[in-house]
């Protein structure tokens, strides 16, 4: 562990937010909640590693701004997706909480984490940015939106689907274990999850049952309002003449696999017969269609400033979204409704939710002709994207301090059984005891014999020095290192770890 000798210890209590270093959707959602929460100090702990690797240091920042940390630590075990413990992660937490009087944590992410984020017994909430640690691949798709989620699913999805390569090091059945102990922690200690569309609750109890045991509440992500909002009424709120010419369709964003870019490559052939297209912010995959005739190309990249102005420069008709994968919230669909242009979004996740056909926006199912048919309806009935126009220029958006008002009543909700309690050792080895029994009677139905448990207890009492390794306690354990090697390990370390708590 370090420290920076710019590090201060506030007297007044902190949240802590919990998040990977990916950037993304949950940078922007952390980015405004720190900037607009002036009520509290908000300090971020954040997950720091490579591909396949996402734990191997955690890094402590004073403020979501800085760019250096005031505190890194760096994990002995790195963790390779999320773990169900870790004594450097557990140590490291303690200390944060200790001296920067944390009061409230705020999980944005697992990734790169550890369960023990869960067990500290102050009040918890997690923003379910997406479908993370239920789900590897993050997005509850293989090969269509998943509503069944068992071990033969997983292996599967591990080895075969696209868009789950994320942990290639962690398998299915170590899954299982994570998401069990996942679920039962949130249930213990009466964590509430946060969603910012119904959607999403309503896919994860479809997936598992236990949830619908769980606290929900949907809180929608926010964006700075006001000056979106003038511009639309300045520049957008005008009645259109309705021409015969093509529509300009607009589309906002990456051009990535999950964002629809197959899709797209599919239909853009059969979309130019009724509209010019004009990519934004499409990224490196926008190099795929340089030169197309009838496709142009703004800008790769745009900061979210200069928004409005390329808007006002395309003075498109229709927003296009193509996502393939039921997004949980969607900032650029807010940003697209919030400057006036109507969009036509895929009928999934919060797209579903959020968009009313016909009222708000537009909405297709996700395949070729489906896409291709709705184009060729508003190209010929252009009076409909005219009456969303003016429909979005009525609609009210919340502002990031109404967000954060929102939150603040979660906050500030009573939770007795969980604030009177605090971070023990004595707590800490009871849940990794649960953790043992889970991992016993689950992996791939063998029975332990009830010798492994007095082995364990024998070697945790061992001097440091006479320690002897579980493989070579039992004949038991050569059959079970070679075939569940990551389980063996486990438990070999809950033998150390408890040992460390004598």
């Known amino acids: 562990m370090s420290k920076t000798q710019m590090e201060t210890h506030p007297s007044e209590r902190a949240v802590l937010h919990i998040m990977h270093n990916w950037g993304g959707g949950v940078e922007r959602w952390v980015q405004d909640y720190c900037r607009t929460d002036t009520s509290r100090k908000n300090i971020v702990l954040k997950s720091i590693g490579i591909s396949g690797i996402p734990g191997q240091k955690l890094s402590l920042y004073q403020h979501i701004d800085d760019q250096n940390p005031i505190r890194v630590w760096s994990l002995t075990s790195s963790i390779f997706a999320t773990s169900i413990y870790n004594l450097d992660y557990y140590f490291a937490l303690e200390e944060i909480i200790s001296d920067f009087n944390v009061s409230v944590i705020m999980i944005s992410s697992f990734i790169g984490h550890s369960l023990d984020i869960l067990n500290t017994g102050i009040k918890t909430i997690i923003i379910c940015h997406d479908y993370y640690p239920f789900c590897p691949a993050i997005n509850i798709y293989f090969e269509k939106i998943c509503r069944e989620c068992k071990l033969s699913h997983l292996q599967s999805c591990l080895v075969e689907n696209q868009y789950n390569k994320f942990f290639p090091g962690i398998s299915a059945s170590e899954w299982i274990l994570i998401r069990k102990i996942f679920i039962k922690l949130i249930l213990d200690y009466k964590i509430t999850l946060v969603v910012p569309s119904l959607s999403v609750k309503t896919n994860l109890i479809l ?38 010419e093509k529509l300009k369709i607009l589309i906002l964003g990456r051009l990535s696999i999950q964002k629809g870019l197959n899709l797209f490559k599919e239909s853009y052939e ?76 895929t009928k999934l996740g919060s797209f579903e939710n959020r968009i009313i056909d016909e009222l708000n926006g537009f909405l297709f199912l996700a395949e070729k002709n489906a896409l291709i048919q709705k184009i060729k309806y508003l190209s ?112 070999r370390r809950l033998a150390i770890k408890f040992h460390l708590f004598k």
């Open 270 to 345: 059969e979309i130019l017969k009724y509209a010019d297209i004009i990519l934004l912010g499409c990224g490196d995959n926008g190099i795929l269609f340089t030169g197309t005739k009838g496709i142009e190309i703004t800008a790769y990249n745009y900061s979210l400033n200069d928004l409005p102005r390329h808007i006002k420069k395309i003075s498109p008709d229709i927003g296009l979204l193509l996502s393939v994968l039921p997004e949980t919230f969607s900032y650029t669909l807010s940003e697209l409704m919030l400057l006036g242009v109507p969009p036509l979004a």
């Open 207 to 244: 997936l598992e049952p236990k949830f619908g045991n769980v606290n929900f509440v949907v809180i929608p992500h926010s964006i700075e309002v006001e000056d979106l909002k003038s511009y639309q009424n300045k520049n957008l709120n005008q009645q259109k003449t309705i021409i015969q």
């Open 380 to 491: 010929e009935n252009r009076n409909l994207i005219l009456e969303v126009a003016k429909n979005l220029s009525q609609e009210s958006h919340s502002n990031l301090q109404q967000m954060i008002d929102d939150y603040e009543k979660i906050i500030t909700s009573n939770i007795t059984e969980i604030n009177n309690k605090n971070l023990t050792d004595t707590s800490l080895v009871s849940v990794i005891q649960k953790q043992l029994e889970e991992t016993q009677l689950k992996i791939q139905q063998i029975q332990l014999d009830i010798e492994i448990n007095n082995i364990i207890i024998n070697n945790m009492r061992l001097k440091k020095h006479l320690r002897v390794p579980l493989s070579q306690k039992s004949k038991h354990f050569d059959y079970f290192k070679q075939n569940f090697f990551g389980i063996w390990e486990f438990i």
